[in-house]
C-alpha cells in the first residue's frame, strides 16, 4: 500500500518470505494494530493461530485487535506491610508481632470466557480455510468406481425360446456356449474347457443385448452390463481401477454374465490409440480376460460382448481363450420379424392386419426398424383421427405405407462389411459374414 511506512513494508515482506514464523508475525500484527488496523491484525493473528493453535500470545492479540475484554484471572491479594517510622519501636516483643496468616486470593468477578466460535465467524471471510480437501476423495477412495456400486442384475426369466426366429443363431450358441455349461460331465469327458468369452458382432439394432440377457437367462446367471461410460474417469488409474472392481464383482456373484457393449470403444485397437489412457484400459481388460489379476481364474464369470464393428476391435481380445468365439447376428428373419410386429403391436388399436405382407415388406429391416415402422403407422392414424374427430384403427396400409418411407437402417452397415469380407478376411474371421452375403447376392 502506497501509505504504509517503511517498516511495515519490510515486515510485511519478511511475513511473505518465512510464513512459519509465528513470533515475526505477532510483532507484524502489534504494529499494525498500533497504527489502528485492526482488521490486518486480527487475520495476521488468525494466521498465527493456523501454526501455532496454542500460542497464548496470539489469542490475546486477537482478542485485543477485536476489541473485546481480555480473560483476568484471579490475582492473589498481597498484604501491605506498613513501613515503619520514628516513633515506633523498631524492635517489637515477640508479642506485639503479629502471626503470619497465609496469602489468600482476594475475591473477584467472574471473567466471562472467550467466545471463540464468534472470533472464527468474524475471520473466516479474512483468512481462507487451513486445509484443502482432495478433489479425489470426495467420492471416497478418489476413483468414480467401487466394488460394490455396480449394478448387477439378478437371474432374468428371458429365455433363447423368447427370442423370436434365428434358428441358426440360437443353434451356434447351443454348440458353442450352453451346452458345455449345462453338462458338466460330458464337458469333463471331451476336455471342453469354459475359459474364454462370446462376441457377437451384426448391424445395429438387431437385438445383439437381448440375446446376451436371454444366455444369462438360460445359465441362471447374474448379469453386469459395461460400457465405454462406466469405465473411462478423468484421474490417472482409475479406469483400470473401475475394470478390475467389474470383473471381482462378477467372481463375487458368480455364476455372472459380464456384458461388454459397444466393444470397439471399449477395447479399440491399440495401434489407433493415441492416448496412453485407453491403451491402459485394453491391457487391464486383457489382464481381466485371463483371469490373472484374480488369481483363481474367472470360475463361473461368463464373458459376453457386442460390437457392430468387430474390425475396430483390438486382435488381442480375439485370441483364443479370450473372446474367442464370434456370433454373426443378423437382421431378423421372417420369423423373428412377425414375432417383433406382433410384440409392438399387441397395445394398439388394429384392424385385420395382415403380418404376412407386412414381413415380406420389411426384409433387411432391424429390429428397432420394425419399431419405428409401428410407431410411424400409430402417429398416422392417430392424426386421422384427431382432424376427423372419431377414431380410426391402424390398418394393413397403415403400416405397408410407413414401411415404404422407411430404409433398412442395415443397409449402411452391409456396405461397410462388404469391404472388410472380401479384402480384410486374414484367417476366416469373416466368412460368415461373407457367406451371408454372397446367399444376398452383395458380393
Known amino acids: 500500500m502506497a501509505d504504509e511506512s517503511p517498516l511495515i513494508r519490510s515486515l510485511r515482506a519478511a511475513v511473505a518470505a518465512a510464513p512459519g514464523d509465528v513470533p515475526l508475525r ?11 488496523r485492526n482488521d490486518e491484525a486480527v487475520a495476521e493473528a488468525a494466521v498465527a493461530l493456523q501454526h501455532a493453535p496454542g500460542d497464548a500470545g496470539a489469542r490475546a492479540l486477537m482478542v485485543r485487535a477485536m476489541g473485546l475484554p481480555a480473560a483476568e484471572g484471579p490475582t492473589p491479594a498481597v498484604a501491605e506491610t506498613p513501613t515503619p517510622t520514628a516513633a515506633e519501636d523498631p524492635a517489637p516483643t515477640v508479642a506485639q508481632t503479629p502471626a503470619p496468616e497465609p496469602d489468600r486470593p482476594a475475591p473477584s468477578t467472574p471473567t466471562p470466557s472467550f467466545d471463540w466460535d464468534a472470533a472464527e465467524q468474524q475471520v473466516q471471510d479474512l483468512v481462507g480455510p487451513r486445509f484443502l480437501e482432495d478433489p479425489q476423495a470426495a467420492d471416497g477412495d478418489g476413483t468414480a468406481g467401487d466394488a460394490a456400486a455396480w449394478d448387477v442384475d439378478a437371474p ?6 423368447d427370442v423370436g426366429g434365428m434358428e441358426e443363431v440360437k443353434d451356434r450358441l447351443e454348440a458353442a456356449f450352453l451346452a458345455p455349461m449345462r453338462n458338466p460331465e460330458l464337458r469333463r469327458l471331451y476336455g471342453k474347457s469354459l475359459r474364454g468369452g462370446l462376441l457377437l458382432y451384426g448391424p445395429p439394432g438387431c437385438g445383439k443385448t437381448f440375446i446376451a440377457r436371454a444366455v444369462a437367462g ?3 446367471a447374474s448379469f453386469l452390463t459395461v460400457s465405454l461410460s462406466d469405465v473411462l474417469d478423468m484421474w490417472i ?3 483400470e481401477k473401475n475394470i478390475h472392481d467389474i470383473f471381482e464383482t462378477a467372481r463375487r456373484q458368480a455364476p ?7 466393444l470397439d470403444a471399449l477395447g479399440a485397437k491399440r495401434s489407433r490409440t493415441h492416448h496412453s489412457g485407453l ?9 481381466e480376460l485371463d483371469g490373472i489379476a484374480s488369481g483363481a481364474g474367472n470360475e463361473g464369470v461368463f464373458v459376453l460382448a457386442a460390437t457392430n464393428v468387430p474390425w475396430d476391435v483390438d486382435i488381442a481380445l480375439r485370441r483364443p481363450g479370450r473372446l474367442d468365439r464370434t456370433l454373426l447376428v443378423l437382421p431378423p428373419d421372417a420369423a423373428a420379424r412377425e414375432a417383433i410386429l406382433r410384440y409392438h403391436l399387441r397395445e394398439r388399436p388394429i384392424e385385420a392386419v395382415d403380418l404376412g405382407k407386412l414381413v415380406k415388406a420389411t426384409e433387411d429391416f432391424s429390429g428397432a426398424d420394425l419399431a419405428h415402422v409401428c410407431e410411424t403407422a400409430a402417429e398416422t392414424a392417430l392424426l386421422d383421427s384427431a382432424r376427423s374427430g372419431s377414431v380410426r384403427l391402424i390398418t394393413t396400409k397403415d403400416l405397408l405405407g410407413a414401411a415404404k418411407q422407411i ?9 461397410a462389411a462388404r469391404n472388410v469380407a472380401m479384402f480384410a478376411n486374414e484367417g476366416g474371421l469373416y466368412d460368415d459374414l461373407l457367406a451371408h452375403l454372397k446367399r444376398k447376392r452383395k458380393l
Open 26 to 36: 505477532l510483532h507484524f500484527a502489534e504494529l499494525l494494530l498500533a497504527e489502528g
Open 156 to 161: 432374468g426369466s428371458v429365455r433363447l425360446a
Open 218 to 220: 438360460e445359465l441362471g
Open 237 to 239: 488409474g482409475a479406469s
Open 256 to 262: 455372472c454374465v459380464v456384458f461388454l457393449d459397444e
Open 279 to 287: 491403451r491402459n484400459v485394453v491391457n487391464q481388460l486383457l489382464t
Open 407 to 415: 430404409k433398412p437402417s442395415t443397409e449402411p452397415w452391409f456396405a
